[in-house]
Nanobody, 115 residues
Framework: QVQLVESGGGLVQPGGSLRLSCTAS????????MGWYRQAPGKQRDLVALITTGDSTNYADSVKGRFTISRDNAKNTVYLQMNGLKPEDTAVYYC?????????WGPGTQVTVSS
């Protein structure tokens, strides 16, 4: 079965950093585009960052310059390095895989930015 499992969330102060990880199983990781999305209470789920099979990246304007997405195909893992965190970054962060075979979501990990 397909599993996407996020880790690395938690409570951090404004200006702090976190690194999220998402490890996949049951998919051919190298042929999947991988993305990070986030959803705050009462809000829509939005794309934060995307990395393609060819290592091209895209970021939401709100995180550009602060967040970095990367992948390690040998470990079936995608990362989101988050620096300079702001209270408005508080959300559940979700990992997503997409390919012609199928698209999947992880269960999410909570990130809270608060003093």
């Amino acid at each position: 079965q397909v599993q996407l499992v996020e880790s690395g969330g938690g409570l951090v102060q404004p200006g702090g950093s976190l690194r999220l990880s998402c490890t996949a199983s049951g998919i051919i990781f190298s042929i999947n585009n991988m993305g990070w999305y986030r959803q705050a209470p009462g809000k829509q789920r939005d794309l934060v960052a995307l990395i393609t099979t060819g290592d091209s990246t895209n970021y939401a304007d709100s995180v550009k310059g602060r967040f970095t997405i990367s992948r390690d195909n040998a470990k079936n893992t995608v990362y989101l390095q988050m620096n300079g965190l702001k209270p408005e970054d508080t959300a559940v962060y979700y990992c997503r895989s997409t390919s012609s075979i199928g698209n999947y979501w992880g269960p999410g990990t909570q990130v809270t930015v608060s003093s």
